[in-house]
């Protein structure tokens, strides 16, 4: 591949250099932060669907459920209000980043709490209400760590940064994936073999508590130095500044360039996305129970989601970020694949160990690379706004196609169903291959 900006000749970091890079205040703060921002995630949508299709829910409603998560992909229309608007007694004593993204945590636990308080086999609207809470409270979360992570360190560490963020991020997604699950195994009364909400109930509240993690690195972080701002004199001026000047900059710096950034931005991690709906409903319908899902996620899922962020970050700095991406994009297209020869293996743990650990290195390493390549597209001056653009573009069309997921399987089963993402994933791989040769201003 021709390299782009990315990839551009430079002197490399010694080993010992890179690796010291993570333990940084910045870098281990980022990690801290990566898991208050991904606990949410699979909570409204992974694995909300093992809880829904325990409780007796459908697939096809499993799927249209799993538009709560576009709130993800339109954050962007209230990223202005988080980049410029401050919060009143919240700013003056925190900062405009961290009065945010403590808001938006409360605004996630208060979601968890409804939705801990509510049996979906009764009636499922206030579970819905409690999901978009979190998912809007999520999002915002978001919005505002993408800003606090770009300005709290220089370029050439925005690769390690993101590989640490990642890193925590995935590890939330473990402990909100099988660690739910092994909290409600446990919560369960022995002896009844019926679906029971007061285990769910425990085991969102434990959720809820856990985004103490984020509040507390956030009150003891220090507000990143960021660019001083002319207040607006009026609606329109501020309109231009916070809205459409963020739009304005990305499309001078890019020209025509800018249309295939964002077409691979739409669809790099579409074979993820739209499998990772079905796959808690998946393992229900296949036998496996909470504990076997909890035990093969939290001990191989870790160890992998570990594996796979560090490797995918110290490669980047290495290699360069698009080389990565390329290595991600394969990965994560290929180990769709694995999933529809687990389909053929019935109850079998060992095949689901494998597959799992196979899926979250692929996730892992293109995560990282990901993360670090948006990152380098943002202009300081709006990187809350043009970050959050990118994050949502990115979960738009797949979250979109996602809502369908449940219908699908419901139609053609799971294996042409796991097939049919891996394939989402083949234009993935010219798009990057297109973008190495992107030159950055």
Known sequence: MTPSACDAPRIKPSWLTTFKVYLEPSTLRMLLLGFSAGLPLLLVLGTLSFWLREAGIDRTTIGYLSWVGLAYAFKWVWAPLVDRLSIPLLTPWLG????????????????????????????????????????????TQDIALDAFRIESAAAERQAALAAAYQTGYRLAMIWAGAGVLWIAARAEVAGVAAYQHGAWQTAYLVMAASMLTGVLTVLLSPEPVHRLTTPAKNAAEWLQSALIEPFADFLHRYGTQAMLIL??????????????????PFYVDMGYTKDEVAAVTKIYGVIMTLAGAFVGGVLSMRLGVMRVLMLGAVLSAASNLLFAWLGTRGHDVTALIFVIAADNLSSGIASAAFIAYLSSLTNINYSATQYAIFSSMMLLAPKFLAGYSGRYVDVFGYQYFFVATALLGVPVLLLVWLAARVKQP
Do not use: E, H, K, T
Not at 100 to 123: I, Y
């Open 263 to 280: 077409a691979l931005i739409a669809v790099y991690r579409i074979s993820d996305v739209v499998m990772g709906i079905m796959a808690n």
């Open 96 to 139: 405009r980043r961290r009065s945010w993204l403590l808001l938006a945590q409360l605004a996630v636990m208060a979601g968890l709490v409804v939705m801990s308080f509510n049996d979906p086999q009764r009636a499922l609207q206030p579970v819905v209400w409690g999901a978009l809470a979190v998912a809007f409270g999520s999002a």
